[in-house]
């Protein structure tokens, strides 16, 4: 939907002191014939609830963000995820992401990665005029409260992944500003600390989640912020605020924060392959739909395997491979070694269900067939059709993706799974890492992680681990239940641990064949994987300092 003029600039913050000085008052003033203007959207209750529906939408502001529909909160369903930034993935043909991965990362070139800064803002920005024209509305009291509460958390999500990128943010307030204002005499160029941040985003959430419904009953409804994806926000933003990067929380908040969205009616989906393709499921707390008719990015062509005619896409990493846990028995699982003779002679047996449902690898049996990584003369490999879109890792992305679906020709059909961006399982996590932290070990923590273990046919934590012990058994099961879900490249980072883990080599795995025996050896897919401390943080982009006046202090070591 496009409004008046007005409405629509800046893209950014520092953008707009930039366009204030290149605009007249004539030029503002006037009236576009291709668009709504602002009067309509104040005076036609249906089309101001129709651009607060919007506001779950961003604007596409980079090649390959978007495919049909505009980008929502995040990269979900785009070509490349934010899990081919980490030790998850490697995109196959770069677009943009090898520049993270290799950690060239610069004001000047930020990959896939400098949208997030303008985007934010501008989604902000549309929050704050819809909130300050509401009374203005000719609607019912309590739908107005309704409203309200939804703008108010669609700005608060805005604000909790500028918080989770940039640490220390600008904070807006209300204010709707306009090209002619005197931007830095208003301060709106002062970045605000970390934990007023986090502050001001709880804050919002609280007040949101007594004003949103428990529940969406209505068709119309489905994919709007409740009440639990208030709450469960915040308690993901509580948890951020406490971990080692923040430290400007407290364990216990997070905890507390957690334990209230785990008394709302939400559950476990009973099977973890088909939960990401159920989006009426009761794990689901917040996510974005899409319907044939209203395209995305046509996942089983973009990721699927070469030899079926797919791109690759999203190739997983050995890294995370390695991360999958061997099932010795119902009640006995063990870390992955390529060390035991056992393991490196048939590297996928009794690997954790996960990894099966997630990951493609050489022999899982694939839409009629096993897939062949192989070497030489594999169908999914090098050697076999389409050569250029063969997985440099030796792996093929499989979650998300509908194997009902076709791969080729995909456009008329494909578009069809939810994009979760708050799931039960998290919280549950959120929860046990939480707790832990406060009292250790205690009962509930292994409760919360085991539910999540037995669902997926994984057996119970063992018994008397310590503090230690499990912190590294969550941190390990956010790894493989949360994998390719965009948590990943916050979690190593409010850890503090992405010194290590983003500076391990982009690992694959080469797999030669001589008559029936298979030979794997793990190989380097991706050559320059490199983190600094500075990575900790993005920087912003150059050109919002610039258009600042160098007013906008920008990110630490950059």
Known sequence: MNIKEKYI????????????????????DVEATDR?????????????????????????????????????FGRGFEYALWASLTDEAIYNNDDNTWVVQRGQLAPENLGITGTLWARSYRSIRECNYALSVIDQVQMSASHKAWLTAELKFIRAYRYHDLVRNYGSVVLMGDKVYNLTDDLAAEGLFEKSTIAQGVEYVVAQLDEAAAGLPAVNNSTWQLGRAT??????????????????????GTWQAAADAAQDVMELSYSLHPDYRSLFLSPSSSEIIFERLYAVGARHVCLEISNGPN????????????????????????????????????HKADPYANRDPRFNASILHNGSDYRGREIETFLPGGKDSKDGQDNWNASKTGYYLKKF????????????VAGTQPWIYLRYAEVLLNYAE??????????????????????????????????????DAIRHERQVELAFEEHRFYD??????????????????????SGSVLTYQKVVALDGRKFEEKHYWLPIPRAEIQSSGDRLDQSPHY
């Open 401 to 412: 993706l509908n194997d009902a679906l076709p791969i080729q020709n995909p456009w008329d």
């Open 227 to 248: 009440r639990g994806a208030a709450l469960a926000l915040k308690a993901r933003m509580l948890l951020y605020a406490a971990s080692p990067l923040y430290n400007v």
């Open 492 to 513: 190593v980072r409010r850890w503090m641990i992405a010194m290590d883990t983003e500076n391990e080599p982009a690992y694959g795995v080469s797999i030669t064949k």
């Open 36 to 72: 709504i203007g602002d009067s309509p959207i104040v005076n036609d209750s249906s089309l101001f609830e129709d651009f607060v529906i919007n506001r779950y939408m961003g604007v596409r502001l980079q090649e390959k963000e978007a495919e049909g529909t505009p980008p929502g």
């Open 307 to 342: 030899g079926y005619g797919g791109w690759a896409g999203n190739s997983p990493l050995q890294n995370l491979v390695d991360a999958y846990e061997v099932k010795v028995d119902a009640t006995t699982a063990v870390p992955f070694d390529w060390e035991n003779t056992a």
């Open 434 to 471: 939480a707790q832990n932290e406060v009292a250790g070990p205690d009962a509930s923590v292994y409760d919360a992680i085991n539910l999540i273990r037995q669902r997926a046919d994984m057996p119970d934590l063992p018994a008397g681990l310590d503090q230690d012990g499990m912190r």
């Open 9 to 28: 600039y800046p893209v950014a913050l520092a953008a707009l002191a930039c366009l204030a000085g290149a605009c007249n008052d004539g030029l503002l």
